[in-house]
């Protein structure tokens, strides 16, 4: 069995009200909040990037976990935004811990599952007995076109696991991990656009709605599980309309999935999307909590975790500011700021 | 800024590793090859400082070289390390007013600056005000 | 021990000389000041130029040939030296060792720095590159933070205050008022100071020195030379020079500059005076925080009361111990390698009793004091008739 040992979210301080971004484009505010369920969300600073946050995030989960960095032996940071093309930000980040080395270290991209990607390979290596301790991160600086709808949600944050195979620092046991892909082009960037596009409506039924259902519907019959059997569900989080429908077309309560439900104040952090609502999950659960999560990324794939929550977690959660703490401490910026700070006006 | 210029500075700027003096039992950064207090290089180390300290001055810096133009205003401050030597460093994500001169920082891993769009980005050590 | 003397100054006008050129300022000082020396060219024997940024203002390296050739010199041995802001000041110190030693009977003594060719967005950065670029540039430090770091904790640790600051400034631009040659020479109000805008807090841009272009240069003389030459030659009592941390985060103490304390006690001891017995100096202001720590730094007064004694007037043209009697760095200009030079070129000709509206009644002693970067050299100097 794998375990979480360590876990760490970060999202930025900035926030862009949903209404400040509608006005601009000459929308009904609240109209755009009700349609969407976000009403403000993270912007970087102009200092942070996918790396920054990804490292943000890992030292809290190496706080978490106890372990020598030097134990690690992988990290893969899944981001659609990796701040080169070429070059890895896992690299940096490694030597942001300090455990450059006899690493195994790789970048991933899948849309907004890149990082539950990340965590399923780790599991591999650790099942496999290549490494003890490995790390799976989920990171984005995403971006919308501006007076796209993607503006309204397109945002920053990431979250970082440290895995190893259970033992009694064991934060959460993942029992069963499996997911399920097709080629469905419901939203792209093609090389050297800065922004991406998508298929409008297209992007919900036959893409999130139909892979999330599935994977998470397959994970049920694996695991013989009913709706009620589980404590929090957790999906990925394009806005707040359609995990609440996924979770009523799946037959799961509102409350069910309310904690981790991060987007309605931090927007859409694309990888880091799902995890982060798992590190919210895990900063409240008890030991013995029985978790479903499933991500989604475009293109279309989800990745589904069925995980039950450890005794570990007591003592571990305090150390590190938890998830909702970090998404309350903000400051709010303007749109003209915001066009700064994500580089949308063309400078000297 | 040449690549191995930044290059080689990394663990320093991107861990706050700075040099100990077993002989005068003081620490130093950025690193040192020989103790300014002894005079010998035998007796110096590679340490990991204390990533929170407390601001001991600061400004806010409103004109700026290029690469640092769209930041400002920005604050600088020299930082009393926890157990350590004062170090010069950004703060950031914190309004200006409420910058003093003894309030609690901690460190953070921000990017510093960028050698254009098609550089290389360097990253390094920033400090944010403790909560 | 043997004696050196300035027997000739010569100075240009400080300020946005756009006609000039690196080569044409320097050339203009030299010829001035050999020219109040009375000596031709071909006596000569060694030269030495303060020059802190040709090579980034106007990319011309090999400072050292270019002034010699085109002085007119050629082939006396000429050098170029660089110590940030304090070019000028060590320039002056080299000549005067190389007289001491002597190799040389004249040496002539230039400092210069033509600024106004780059881009002021080129300019913070160059400057900065007398801090440590590794350091404190690389996390986006420029020159005023550093002394704004020094001027924050000055004001926490001894309740000196923006109107003392302002003060500085108010005081040598009424000096800088009466010298003809000073970049900026007229008067200006403590509101005009405070009202102006901010740089790096807490200082504003009437705290800081301009930009300038200019050049100064001085002839030094050993005793027989000058006295064959001259009847009213200036003696340089003393040179001090000291170093300390390239970076501002290595000084212990940042409300004081040790480079200075050190360089004055050396100088003080070489010339046998005390504190006391200077009737004024030239000291440098880059920045008003910095006149300020320089006169507790040279022991006029405690550490922590510098400011007080700008209010109180005591540093004024007519207060009992002038500071910066041409306008110092803020008001007169601050061509980086010309400073020292030109702060030496004012010692003299207050000391010859030549500076017209701006003469400092008996002024027997002088003292100048030359700062490289935030305190990593400083050099001070002592004259007398």
């Given amino acids: 069995m794998i375990s979480i040992v360590g876990y760490g979210s970060y999202v930025p301080k900035n926030r862009i009200k949903t209404s400040e971004i509608a006005k601009i484009w000459g929308k009904d505010p609240q109209n755009v909040e009700r349609g969407l369920g976000v009403y403000e969300k993270s912007v970087p600073s102009l200092d942070e990037d996918t790396i920054t946050i990804a490292t943000a995030a890992t030292k809290y989960a190496l706080k978490r976990a106890g372990i020598d960095p030097e134990e690690i032996g992988a990290i893969y940071v899944g981001s659609e935004s990796h701040p080169y093309v070429v070059k890895p930000s896992g690299t940096v980040v490694a030597a942001a811990i300090g455990c450059e080395g006899e690493l195994k270290c790789a970048d991933y991209e899948f849309a907004c599952k890149a990082g539950t990607a990340a965590i399923q390979n780790v599991m591999g290596l650790i099942e496999g007995e290549y490494i003890k301790y490995g790390l799976a991160i989920g990171a984005d600086t995403s971006q919308g076109a501006p007076g796209d709808a993607l503006e309204y949600a397109a945002s920053a944050g990431g979250a970082a696991f440290i895995l190893s195979k259970k033992n009694k620092d064991s934060i959460a046991t993942i029992e069963e991990t499996l997911s399920y ?97 798992l590190t919210a999950v895990l900063d409240v659960a008890k030991p013995g909590d029985k978790i479903l999560m499933s991500s989604y990324g475009s293109g279309a794939g989800s990745d589904s975790f069925y995980i039950t929550v450890d005794d570990a977690i007591e003592k571990k959660r305090d150390m590190c500011p938890k998830t909702w703490d970090m998404i309350d401490n903000k400051r709010y910026i303007d749109y003209a700021t915001y066009t700064i700070y994500r580089k949308k006006i063309l400078m000297r | 800024m040449s690549v191995p210029r930044f290059w ?98 901690r460190m953070v891993f921000r990017k510093i600056s960028e050698d254009g769009e098609a550089g290389i980005i360097n990253y390094g050590y920033k400090f944010v005000l403790a909560e | 021990m043997k004696k050196v003397a300035v027997i000739g100054v010569g100075i240009t006008k400080f300020g946005e000389l756009w006609n000039s050129s690196l080569r044409s300022l320097t050339i203009e000082a030299g010829t001035k000041a050999l020219s109040d020396a009375g000596i031709p060219g071909e006596e000569v024997d060694a030269l030495y130029t303060g020059c802190m940024t040709g090579d980034m203002f106007v990319k011309q390296g090999h400072i050292s040939s270019l002034i010699a050739d085109y002085g007119g010199l050629l082939p006396v041995p000429s050098t170029r030296v660089e110590s940030a802001c304090a070019s000028g000041g060590l320039a002056l110190r080299q000549g005067f060792i190389t007289i001491l030693s002597g190799v040389a009977d004249i040496v002539v003594v230039g400092g210069v720095e033509k600024m106004t060719d780059a881009l002021g967005s080129q300019t913070t950065g160059y400057l900065a590159s007398a801090a440590d670029q590794e350091w404190e540039s690389f996390n986006g430090a420029t020159f005023p933070s550093l002394y704004a770091l020094m001027a924050k904790r000055h004001m926490y640790e001894y309740g000196t205050t923006e109107e003392q600051l302002g003060l500085v400034a108010v005081k040598n631009h009424y000096n800088g008022s009466l010298n003809p040659n000073a970049h900026f020479p007229f008067k200006i109000s403590l509101e005009k100071v405070m009202g102006s805008t901010l740089v790096a807090d807490p200082l504003r841009l009437f705290h800081c020195s301009p930009v300038s272009d200019g050049a100064a240069c001085v002839i030094l003389a050993s005793e027989e030379k000058a006295k064959e030459l001259r009847d009213d030659p200036i003696w340089i009592r003393s040179s001090g020079q000291a170093s300390g941390a390239i970076g501002i985060y290595d000084r212990e103490d940042i409300c004081t500059i040790d480079s200075t304390v050190n360089a004055a006690k050396s100088a003080y001891k070489m010339a046998g005076v005390t504190h006391r017995d200077i009737d004024f100096a030239e000291v440098h202001d880059c920045f008003t925080i910095a006149e300020i720590i320089n006169i507790e730094d040279l022991g006029f007064f405690k550490k922590g009361e510098g400011g007080k004694a700008v209010e109180d007037g005591i540093t004024s043209l007519d207060g009992e111990l002038p500071i910066n009697p041409s306008g110092g760095l803020k008001s007169k200009g601050h061509p980086v390698g010309a400073t020292g030079v030109a702060q030496v070129v004012e010692v003299v000709t207050q000391l010859r009793g030549k500076a017209g509206k701006r003469q400092v009644k008996d002024a027997e002693i002088g003292l100048s004091q030359n700062i490289g970067g935030s305190g990593g050299t400083a050099v001070v100097h002592i004259f007398s008739r």
Wanted: one cysteine or more; a neutral charge.
């Fill in chain 1, 181 to 277: 892909t097709t080629d469905t082009p419901d939203f792209w960037r093609r090389e050297y656009q800065h922004y991406p596009q998508h298929g409008g409506r297209f992007t919900g039924e036959p893409a999130y709605f139909k892979h999330v259902g599935t994977a998470t519907k397959m994970m049920m019959d694996r695991m013989s599980l009913n709706p009620d059997d589980l404590d929090y569900i957790v999906f990925h989080m394009p806005n707040a309309k359609f995990p609440v429908n996924m979770a009523k077309k799946l037959g799961f309560s509102t409350e069910q999935v309310t904690q981790g439900l991060v987007v309605s104040k931090i927007g859409n952090t694309y990888s880091g999307s799902s995890l982060l609502g």
């Fill in chain 2, 8 to 105: 080689r500075e990394i663990p320093y700027r991107y861990r706050l590793i700075g040099s100990y003096c077993e002989k005068c039992n003081e620490t130093f950064f950025p690193p040192r090859e020989i103790c300014p207090r002894c005079r010998r290089s035998g007796d110096i180390k590679d340490i990991k400082l204390e990533e929170e300290g407390e601001i001991f001055s600061y400004t806010v810096i409103r004109t700026a070289p290029p690469e640092f133009d769209v930041q400002t205003p920005y604050a600088i401050a020299l930082i009393k390390l926890k157990n350590g030597p004062l170090i010069m460093s950004q703060l950031t994500d914190c309004e200006m007013d409420d910058v003093k001169i003894g309030k609690k920082v």
